[in-house]
């Protein structure tokens, strides 16, 4: 029920706080007299409650119009200028608004603010046409923090990656995706989880004691609500309906935006980032250059760094940089997406639930792409860069093999099919072009989240190697299986898979498939071209060993090998197993440090942790040289002192293949566009054709990678000469 106070009890004098009375004086007579002309009215009939900008000509009072006053009242430099942002033009002032507790920076704009309370404003700041701005004492602009006499009830969460809060995050204004990961992920650890609350609460009083805040050249209009939001440099927000409980961070370098009908309740909104055409979003986190547009529902998420959604519905996930997702019919819920992912046209992921409560999650490392209208069944998880063909899958599933086509299988066959090393054998031109793209689309101009853009990386370099004795542990069920006379006589299960691996190397034209019952629950997998994936998989893991060391010697001003530079990398500590946190690839091991440093207090805020994510970016090239060194001796069993000059040149020649057949095969992929009939159909002659696309030779990704694999070549003949 709305209450009723009575006028004559209530206190209306106020003090002016005393940081905003420098540089202050109170209203002359004859000032206090033209207000009162231009119908302003004070509830504090002495006026004393105004104070104004003191220098010479730095406040004229015919500039505030029909204006209704209370509380204390600050008031920057007002004189007559003019404001204008796009084709809007407006005199600085005031006008036809209500204020209570109020300070404006210098030449502010303020007409048509109905209702504006508790609320500090930047200069050149324009508020035009607004119903309500105002800010409760308690406000905690959508952190996950308490205030005085506040319950742990109070807190705002947000549900990532499962609909029942069993993973839920405090969010926090710095919060990045790495952040977000280690807390939803690692909830095994009572006393860790206890210290991120903790780090969540640093630097907060809990003082009954704040005011909402627009910052410089913001410009406002149009606009329903505006309760307790914090609101940076230079954002311009148009035309939206409610906007409650919120921090929008920008920069004039970064500038945000948010446009009509927006509605953004209990979220951080991240530098550079746009939200416009009738979106909803409610307890999110958005990073940095993001896109929240054409009537996406984000509710209950994390989304990362350089990502778009629109037209969808995104509910209770954590979402890595570099997510895009465009189609009204599509539908993400409860998942973990690790990133450089894309979704399609109706696909609804995470809508089909195993049990009786919605937990069920899907889990998929980074460069998940699902086809048009594919749906799947919780729980499921995918190695990094799946491509899943369009189909309903109808049962959990469980890929570990990156790089991989999955597709349901024909016929009535209800096993699904997979080729491993898919992407490399039939779409190089994509999987190589990944870095580049990226790189290109991030528009950030302070990158707190470290990203890894490269396809190749110690993260999938590690899943290749699982998938790897994977294929060889099948290829050792198939053959006894299928009654080969010599790996049945052999007891031992290490020579056993010894046996599979060399079938697997000397039968490199072998044609057969495997069963994988863990691919899919009830009905398993089909394994197709296990040999062809088999190769392919170690030939890209030698690949990017040899390019690692590469790059390496090269930082040390070497284009060769010597003992001096191996002895220095063996000495590094060697890392094998990897983990991507938020899009920076982290050695586990460290990411055990660090909970250990939060626990023992050594790290005491977020900021300190970011610092810690930016020393394992400092040395990630060189795990990550080492964690190479360790790769080639993985593929061959044996230490890299053991390696024999015929060794190398195996490996130069086999890098040298493969570096060329990457090229050769990334012109091929591209070159489907302009040879396929189907492609090419549609186009009356050739030169309609490469006026719409564009020429083959002008792409500039071919250019730059035959030149890159030209001079690959020739640098990696000498690699090892030294050695």
């Not at 404003?121 to 996950?144: P, Q, Y």
């Not at 710095?174 to 780090?199: G, N, P, T």
Request: glycine share 6%.
């Amino acid at each position: 029920m709305v209450k009723v106070e009575i006028a004559s009890e209530i206190d209306f004098t106020y003090k002016v706080p005393s940081e905003y009375k420098n540089g202050k004086r109170h209203l002359t007579d004859k000032e206090i007299k033209v207000l009162k002309e231009n119908q302003n009215h004070n509830l504090d009939e002495s006026w004393k409650n105004i104070l104004v900008d003191d220098s010479p000509d730095g406040f004229d009072p015919s500039l505030i119009k029909n204006c209704f006053f209370s509380g204390y009242i600050v008031i920057g430099k007002l004189r007559l200028v003019f404001l204008k942002w796009n084709d809007l033009r407006l005199a600085a002032g005031i006008r036809n608004s209500k204020l209570k507790n109020i300070v404006i920076g210098d030449d502010c704009v303020v007409y048509n603010v109905d209702y504006f309370e508790n609320y500090r404003i930047g200069n050149r700041v324009i508020l035009f046409d607004i119903k309500e701005i105002c800010c409760t004492n308690h406000s905690k602009f959508g952190n996950g923090i308490l205030k005085q006499g506040e319950s742990e009830d109070a807190r705002m969460w947000i549900g990532v990656a499962n609909e029942n809060d069993g993973r839920r995050i405090l969010p926090f204004e710095s919060m990045i995706a790495a952040d977000a990961y280690l807390w939803s992920h690692y909830r095994d650890d009572k006393e860790l989880l206890q210290r991120f609350v903790e780090l969540t609460e640093s630097g907060n009083t809990g003082a009954l004691d704040t005011i909402g805040f627009i910052d410089d050249d913001t410009v406002i209009k149009q606009v329903n609500i505006i309760k307790d939001v914090k609101i940076g440099k230079c954002v311009y927000i148009k035309g939206a309906l409610k906007l409650k409980n919120l921090t929008i961070l920008s920069t004039p370098e970064e500038p945000s935006q948010i446009g009509e009908g927006a509605i953004l309740v209990n979220g951080i909104m991240g530098y550079g980032t746009h939200v416009f055409y009738n979106p909803i979003a409610v307890r999110f986190v958005i990073g940095r250059n993001c896109n929240v547009k054409y009537g996406a529902r984000l509710l209950n998420s994390v989304l990362g760094d350089n990502s778009t959604i629109s037209c969808c519905e995104v509910l209770n996930n954590l979402i890595f940089p570099f997510h895009e997702q465009h189609h009204n019919s599509s539908f993400l819920i409860a998942t973990t997406v690790m990133g450089q992912s894309n979704i399609a046209s109706g696909a609804t992921i995470g809508s089909n639930h195993n049990s009786r409560s919605p937990d069920g999650e899907i889990f998929a490392k980074r460069g998940f792409w699902p086809g048009l209208c594919s749906d799947f069944k919780h729980n499921s998880r995918f190695a990094s860069f799946v491509l899943v063909s369009k189909g309903s899958y109808q049962h959990e599933l469980d890929i570990p093999y990156p790089f991989s086509l999955v597709a349901p299988g024909q016929n009535g066959d209800p096993a699904i099919h997979i080729i491993p090393a898919w992407l490399f054998m039939y779409d190089m031109f994509a999987v190589m072009r990944n870095k580049d793209k990226f790189a290109k689309r991030d528009k950030r101009i302070e990158k707190v989240q470290n990203i890894e853009f490269d396809p190749l990386a110690p993260d999938t370099m590690e899943e290749i190697l699982y998938a790897l004795n994977r294929i060889i542990t099948l290829t050792a069920d198939y053959l006894s299986a299928s009654g080969d006379k010599k790996i049945n006589d052999i007891s031992k299960e290490s020579k056993k898979l010894q046996y599979a691996k060399d079938f697997l190397h000397k039968n490199t034209d072998a044609v057969f498939t495997l069963s994988d019952g863990q691919c899919q629950k009830k009905y398993g997998a089909t394994i197709c071209k296990p040999v062809r994936a088999y190769k392919t998989y170690r030939q890209i893991v030698k690949y990017f060993a040899v390019r690692t060391l590469m790059e390496y010697a090269k930082t040390l001003n070497s284009s060769v090998l010597t003992k001096e530079i191996m002895e220095r990398i063996k000495k590094i500590p060697l890392f094998t197993e990897w983990e991507n946190i938020g899009g920076q690839i982290i050695p586990h091991a460290k990411i055990t440090e660090l909970f250990a440093a939060i626990k023992d207090g050594s790290i005491n805020n977020w900021e300190s942790v970011h610092q810690f994510y930016n020393l394992c970016e400092c040395s990630y090239g060189q795990y990550k040289v080492r964690y190479a060194i360790h790769l080639l001796e993985t593929l061959y069993s044996r230490n890299f002192e053991d390696f024999t000059n015929e060794l190398f040149e195996d490996i130069v020649s086999d890098v040298s293949k493969c570096a060329q057949q990457i090229y050769d095969s990334s012109v091929k992929s591209r070159e489907k566009d302009y040879t396929d009939y189907y492609r090419t159909m549609v186009y009356r002659n050739k030169e309609e054709m490469e006026e719409v696309l564009g020429q083959l030779s002008d792409n500039s990704f071919l250019k730059a990678l035959k030149k890159h694999t030209a001079a690959f070549i020739e640098d990696v003949k000498n690699l090892f000469s030294r050695l």
